[in-house]
């Protein structure tokens, strides 16, 4: 057995029909006798949308009210596929952030991975749950919502695969691997053979 940490982007998961495509690969990697944990974005234009509601109100909201309103297009994630999942047939349960562990500093909008506290994702996993955790989001020591800024879903899965020792991480995205910078805007970036835990990371802050 495996423990397999698994990354979707929000175009993966930007209608039913995509939704359920992704907890079809879910539950094909868990029925091979895996544990799984998956991290989500959110759905398709979702962030895009919320900062736009954000600015009909409000055009200069602080840090941290925007964090607490874009954190809400994860969750809406989290709970779509694990209802697809449910509907399968599988034992699963979304995560916020926060829930799963991801505490980080202060640094509104930007914020960096402290640790993670594993206890819940481990009694998760013990159970044998298929575990849904929405990226780009953690919790600071004063009990309030912060974004990981640009990456931060790929930093959370990759956190999250070096904290539980993952056998594998497996980003699905729309890009053929992982380079030096994002190809989409940087036409040199480099494409890398291979990566560590660290060196991911560090890219994935970076938002390569």
Do not use: W
């Amino acid at each position: 057995m495996s423990l397999i940490v698994q990354k979707f982007g929000g175009s993966s998961v930007a209608n039913a029909q995509r939704v359920f495509n992704v907890a079809n690969i879910i539950t094909e990697t868990y029925d091979k006798g895996n544990d799984v944990i998956v991290v989500v974005s959110a759905q398709g234009d979702t962030t895009d949308d919320l900062i736009a509601k954000a600015a009909e109100i409000n055009p200069n909201p602080s840090k941290r009210e925007m964090d607490m309103l874009l954190s809400t297009g994860e969750q809406i994630s989290i709970a779509l596929l694990a209802m697809a999942i449910e509907k399968l047939g599988y034992p699963v349960i979304s995560l916020t952030g926060p829930q799963a562990g991801f505490v980080t500093d202060s640094n509104y909008s930007k914020a960096r991975i402290r640790r993670i506290e594993k206890e819940r994702i481990e009694n998760e996993i013990n159970k044998h749950n298929i575990i849904i955790v929405a990226g780009f989001q953690g919790i600071n020591r004063y009990d309030n919502i912060t974004t990981l800024g640009r990456g931060g879903s790929d930093t959370s899965a990759v956190a999250l695969a070096a904290a539980f020792h993952a056998d594998l991480c497996q980003i699905f995205t729309d890009v053929d691997g992982v380079y030096t910078a994002d190809p989409r805007i940087v036409p040199n970036a480099k494409k890398l053979d291979e990566i560590t835990y660290d060196e991911m990371l560090e890219l994935a802050s970076l938002g390569a």
